[in-house]
């Protein structure tokens, strides 16, 4: 089965950046779509970013278009989210899992990497 384990995250002043890493292992990661979403205390999972198996197609939520960026190396088993321009409002825990770019499912998500903005 594939095993997903997020990292990267930290405590970042309002307008900075962090990358966040995901790296899979027990399978090889071009077969499956894979993405982040993210969930704060007190609010509903958001579904943040989705990146299909080539890394040719990819989806954001609205609340993060035009700062995060999504991407992948199958050859490293690794995806990747940049955060840029960060807000207070991306206060959460960020998990890597599986996803699909033309729906809005979320499975075999691993530990999640705690993201902090605040000055």
């Known amino acids: 089965q594939l095993q997903l384990v997020g990292s990267g995250g930290g405590l970042v002043q309002p307008g900075g950046s962090l990358r966040l890493s995901c790296a899979a292992s027990?399978?090889?990661?071009?077969?499956?779509?894979i993405g982040w979403f993210r969930q704060a205390p007190g609010k509903e999972r958001e579904g943040v970013s989705c990146i299909s198996m080539s890394g040719g197609s990819t989806k954001y939520a609205d609340s993060v278009k035009g700062r995060f960026t999504i991407s992948r190396d199958n050859a490293k088993n690794m995806t990747y989210l940049q955060m840029n321009s960060l807000k207070p409002e991306d206060t959460a825990v960020y998990f890597c899992a599986q996803c699909e770019v033309s729906g809005s499912s979320w499975w075999n998500w691993g530990q999640g990497t705690q993201v902090t903005v605040s000055s």
């Open positions: 027990g399978f090889a990661l071009d077969y499956y779509d």
